[in-house]
C-alpha cells in the first residue's frame, strides 16, 4: 500500500520532531555552528574557573579576616577567666585542627595545644580591649593537617589544561574537513584522478557542498582525459594507417621504376611524420602519468635503440659494471632514439652511445663528432621548440622539435635529469640520467 506524504513524514523519521529540528539546527551553515561552539567554550570556560575558584577557596582572605577578628574579640572576653579562656582555645583547636599557642602580654606561655609550630606560625592574633594589649594567640596547622601547599596550584593547572585539550579536539573537529579537502586536492593535483573525499559525518553544511563539488569536478576531469586518452590513441591509429599505406606505396613505385629522387623524399616524409606520431605518444603518455616500470637492461635498451636508426653496434660503449635498471622500456627507447637523431641531424654523426656511471646514477650518453655546443646553449637545448644557432662549422640550426624536450621530460618521469656539455676533443656529449632508485635491489 502506498502512502501520502503526511503518512511518510508521520513514520518515516527515526527521532522525534524536535529532535529532528534540533540536528537541522546544529548541522545547518558553518557560521551557526561556529556560534554553538563558542558559546560552549564560554560556558565550559566558566564552569572550570569556577571550579578552579571554589577548589582555590574563592574569597578566602576577606573571610579569614573576618574570622580572625571574631576569634581576638571572643578570646578578649574571657581573657580574664582561665578556666574559659583554655576551654575556648581547646575548643577551637580541635574543631579547626590547629595548634594553638596563647602568650600574655610578657611574652609568656599561657596555653599551647599539641607541637610547637615548626618555624613561623601560620597566623598570630593580638588579643586587646580597650586599646590594651592583653597577649597573643598564633596557631600552624599541625603534621597531615590542612591542605598541602601544591593543591592550588594543582587545580589551576589542571583547569587550564582541560582548556587546552577542550581547544584542541574543538579545533581539530572543526578543522578536519578541510583537512581532507586539502589532501584529497593534494592527490589529484598530484595526478590520481581517482580521489574522491568521503567527509563521514563531517559533511555539514557548506562542508558537504564543497566536498560534492569537488567530488564532480573530479570525476569530470577524469572522465574526461579518459576520452581524451582514448581520443588521442584513435588518431594515432588513423594516422599510422595511412602512413603504412604511404610506404607501400613509396617501395611499388619504386619497384616499377619511379623517379628514386621522389621516393626518397616521400619516404622521408613519411619517417618524419611516423616519428612525430611517436613522440606524441609518448608525450600524451607523460601527461597521463602511464609508466609501465619494469625491470630492464641498460644495454639491451642502447643495443635496441642503435638497431633501430640503422647505426652500427660498435657505436656502444659499456662503463658501468651492472647496467640493470627499472623504468618504462618504450619511453626510455624513445629518449635513447631521439638522443641519436639529434646528433645525426645536428651534430654531423654520432660517434658513440655510452652507458656510464655519472653522480652515482646510470647515464646513457651520445657523443657526436659536430663543432660542439656555443656558449649558453647547454641548458636551453631540452626546451622544447628551442632553434639552435647557427655555426660557421656546418651544426645544423633549426627547430629541435620535441625531442630534446620530450628526453627531458622521460628523464625526469624516472628520477633523472638531462645534460650537455662539450667535449675536449670536439663535439658535444648530450645525455640523461636515471634517478638513485632506478636500478633494481634484487
Known amino acids: 500500500m502506498r502512502h501520502g506524504p503526511g503518512h511518510r513524514a ?27 561552539w563558542v558559546t560552549a567554550s564560554m560556558l565550559a570556560t566558566g564552569l572550570v574557573v569556577g571550579t578552579g575558584m571554589t577548589l582555590t577557596g574563592g574569597t578566602w582572605r576577606q573571610d579569614a579576616g573576618r574570622m580572625r ?57 593580638p588579643v586587646e580591649r580597650e586599646g590594651q594589649r592583653l597577649g597573643t594567640a598564633s596557631a600552624c596547622r599541625g603534621p597531615g593537617r590542612g591542605r598541602p601547599p601544591w593543591r592550588a596550584p594543582l587545580g589551576w593547572v589542571l583547569a587550564i589544561a582541560t582548556l587546552w585539550m577542550v581547544s584542541g579536539w574543538l579545533a581539530r573537529r572543526l ?17 590520481r584522478l581517482d580521489t574522491r573525499v568521503d567527509l563521514g559525518r563531517h559533511a555539514t553544511g557548506e562542508f558537504a557542498v564543497l566536498a560534492s563539488a569537488f567530488n564532480e569536478m573530479a570525476a569530470r576531469i ?62 600524451s603518455r607523460l601527461d597521463f602519468g602511464q609508466l609501465t616500470r619494469r625491470a630492464l637492461d641498460g644495454g639491451e635498451l642502447a643495443t635496441r635503440a642503435l638497431e633501430r636508426t640503422g647505426l652500427p653496434l660498435e657505436l656502444l660503449g659499456v662503463e658501468v659494471a651492472d647496467t640493470r635498471l627499472e623504468g618504462d622500456a618504450t619511453l626510455l627507447g624513445r629518449a635513447l632514439t631521439n638522443l641519436l637523431d639529434n646528433a645525426r641531424g645536428h651534430g654531423q654523426g654520432v660517434v658513440a652511445l655510452r652507458l656510464l656511471e655519472r653522480d652515482g646514477r646510470l647515464a646513457f650518453c651520445v ?21 639552435g644557432r647557427a655555426t660557421g662549422s656546418g651544426r645544423e640550426a633549426g627547430a629541435l622539435g620535441l625531442g630534446l624536450a620530450l628526453v627531458k621530460r622521460i628523464a625526469q618521469a624516472h628520477g633523472g635529469d638531462t645534460f650537455a ?22
Open 10 to 36: 508521520h513514520h518515516g523519521g527515526r527521532h522525534p520532531a524536535p529532535l529532528r529540528g534540533f540536528r537541522s539546527f546544529v548541522r545547518g551553515p558553518l557560521r551557526r555552528r561556529l556560534f554553538l
Open 69 to 125: 577578628q571574631f576569634a581576638a574579640h571572643r578570646l578578649a572576653e574571657v581573657w580574664d577567666s582561665p578556666a574559659q579562656r583554655d576551654a575556648l582555645v581547646r575548643a577551637a583547636a580541635t574543631e579547626l585542627l590547629l595548634d594553638v599557642e596563647v602568650r600574655d602580654a610578657t611574652g609568656a606561655v599561657l596555653l599551647r595545644t599539641g607541637e610547637p609550630c615548626d618555624g613561623e606560625p601560620d597566623f598570630t592574633l
Open 175 to 191: 578543522a578536519r574537513p578541510m583537512d581532507l579537502l586539502a589532501l584529497a586536492a593534494r592527490s589529484l593535483g598530484e595526478g
Open 222 to 283: 577524469e572522465r574526461q582525459m579518459g576520452d581524451q586518452r582514448e581520443l588521442l590513441a584513435t588518431v594515432s591509429h588513423e594516422l599510422r594507417t595511412p602512413l603504412a599505406h604511404l610506404r607501400v606505396l613509396v617501395e611499388l613505385m619504386r619497384d616499377a621504376g619511379g623517379p628514386e629522387r621522389m621516393a626518397e623524399q616521400m619516404e622521408r616524409e613519411v619517417v618524419e611524420l611516423d616519428s612525430l606520431v611517436g613522440e606524441l605518444l609518448a608525450n
Open 367 to 387: 657523443e657526436d663528432q659536430g663543432p660542439g655546443l656555443p656558449p649558453g646553449e647547454e641548458g636551453r637545448l631540452f626546451e622544447a621548440f628551442y632553434r
Open 421 to 442: 656539455e662539450n667535449r675536449a676533443e670536439g663535439g658535444a656529449r648530450v645525455g640523461f640520467t636515471l634517478g638513485p632508485g632506478t636500478p633494481p635491489s634484487g
